[in-house]
């Protein structure tokens, strides 16, 4: 079963098995200081390994007074004024140590090598546009098909849709009438940030560079919605994906430890970040 999203008073949490952690999305000052010990006893009553949130500036002290660690850091994160922190508490020593984290260093410095890239017309066979929701059948194969198990539904059509009706937009490139690759921007009007994620390449189509002419796309439109503040989390040991971001000029902030489970695993993530506006 995917991790559930609930709102917590003006806040929203993801937990679940599957990543076995509670991931505090957005935080509201409203429900602050009292959200921090219903968190921890939400952890400790699922047994839980880790809490993960997303922190701004203002709040990491009290934080910091009930054991979280700053993973990565993002400037001006919320609005475009102020810091953004990836803060984690671990509830299982094992949990907090990356076994693979020599391998996934070795890419990261190998994508911080990477030389920018400049944006070049998409060959003439690749058409990218922003999907509809008559898209959401073939999105859900594709996904189904590249991410047997992930954090969110994204293999249910009827999930899809309705998250294109409340702050996702999905951009796909088609070869003819075939869907070729998909990403999605997670858009958050309160903070006036954006999640560029959910990216994949079918087997076929993959070496043509279409991951990074989805990304480009996204940065353009993203711009123009007055969205301050682009990043994403990417899979510590995606090499193709942490070079895709770091040829399109995106920073990196820190690494995730053992933070999310994407087929069938839990995995560390690297955290890339570029201003938009």
């Known amino acids: 079963m995917p991790d559930q999203i609930l709102n917590w008073g003006h806040s929203t949490i993801q937990h679940g098995p599957d990543s076995d952690r509670v991931y505090l999305m957005e935080l509201a000052d409203a429900d602050m200081p009292d959200l921090l010990p219903q968190i921890n006893k939400l952890a400790t009553k699922n047994t839980y390994g880790k809490i993960f949130a997303k922190v701004p500036a203002r709040w990491t002290t009290a934080f910091i007074d009930d054991g979280f660690c700053t993973e990565a850091l993002i400037p001006n994160f919320f609005k475009g004024t102020e810091d953004g922190h990836f803060m984690a ?9 990356d076994s693979r984290r020599e391998e996934s260093d070795k890419i990261l410095a190998l994508a911080q090598g ?16 922003v999907c509809t929701t008559n898209d959401c059948s073939a999105m859900a194969a594709c996904y189904q098909t590249i991410f047997p198990s992930y954090p969110f539904p994204v293999h249910d059509p009827a999930f899809l849709a309705a ?17 070729a690759a998909l990403a999605s921007a997670e858009q958050y009007q309160r903070s006036g940030n954006v999640e560029m994620t959910d990216f994949l390449t079918m087997p076929k189509h993959r070496q043509q560079g279409l991951a990074g002419k989805l990304l480009a796309t996204m940065d353009r439109e993203l711009r123009l919605r007055g969205m301050t503040t682009a990043y994403t989390i990417a899979r510590a040991l995606s090499t193709g994906m942490n070079i895709t971001f770091a ?5 990196h902030g820190g690494t995730l430890i053992n933070n999310t489970q994407i087929c069938g695993r839990i995995e560390s993530m ?6 938009l506006l």
Not at 90 to 95: K, L, M, T, V
Not at 270 to 275: A, D, L, R
């Open 89 to 97: 508490k671990y509830f299982d020593a094992e949990r907090a140590h």
């Open 114 to 129: 990477t030389a920018i890239s400049q944006d070049q017309d998409m060959a003439e066979k690749y058409t990218t546009r």
């Open 163 to 179: 998250t294109m009706a409340e702050h996702v937009t999905y951009f796909g490139v088609w070869h003819d009438q075939e869907l």
């Open 247 to 251: 040829r399109a000029n995106y920073q």
């Open 270 to 275: 690297q955290v890339w970040h570029k201003q």
